[in-house]
């Protein structure tokens, strides 16, 4: 199929970093990654944890629980960790000279789901949070940018697909 009829129409379907996909000949893309596993393999079901190191891990811990939802690591076994809701999670090693996330010693980058790119933009902003949406509308949806107390750089991505957009 040539490239301006495959599943992204030709165009780069991640802006921010190279990708490799195979259309379906439908309109989708192929399971490339299931084609890449030996049958009957094991796989990883998502990711478990996101472990990075802070000056004061219990300020940034409140800030990310205040701001973005997300839950304090619990204290006993019987207290449910955050969870986070179903959908396309992008594993993406970076080139190592990237500028992508900012200072050059930075070594990852989250980028979190949402469902409303400008109403989380909008509620970061009331409570003081610089946001940079970028107004440019993807293929596979809208992004935002901002970062924590501690300089860590954070995408927003808001996904063209709504079957990356519900809740849990």
Not at 59 to 83: F, K, M, N
Request: glycine content about 10%.
């Amino acid at each position: 199929m040539p490239p301006n009829n495959c599943c992204f129409g030709g165009k780069k379907p991640f802006p921010h970093f190279s990708f490799v996909h195979r259309c379906d000949g439908m309109g989708g893309l192929a399971k490339t990654q299931e084609l890449r596993h030996s049958p009957g393999m094991e796989k990883v079901l998502g990711i478990g944890g996101l472990f990075f190191r802070a000056e004061n891990p219990k300020e940034l811990a409140a800030w990310y629980a205040e701001h973005l939802g997300i839950s304090e690591v619990p204290q006993d076994y019987d207290t449910p960790c955050w969870r986070q809701a179903g959908g396309s999670t992008v594993f993406a090693p970076f080139d190592a000279g990237t500028d992508y996330f900012g200072r050059k010693e930075q070594q990852w980058m989250i980028n979190f789901r949402v469902r409303d790119l400008d109403a989380m933009a909008a509620q970061l902003r009331a409570a003081g949070i610089a946001v940079d949406v970028d107004e440019t509308i993807h293929p596979n949806g809208r992004f935002g940018r901002l970062s924590d107390p501690a300089g860590n750089p954070i995408e927003l991505w808001e996904p063209s697909d709504p079957n990356d957009r519900r809740e849990i």
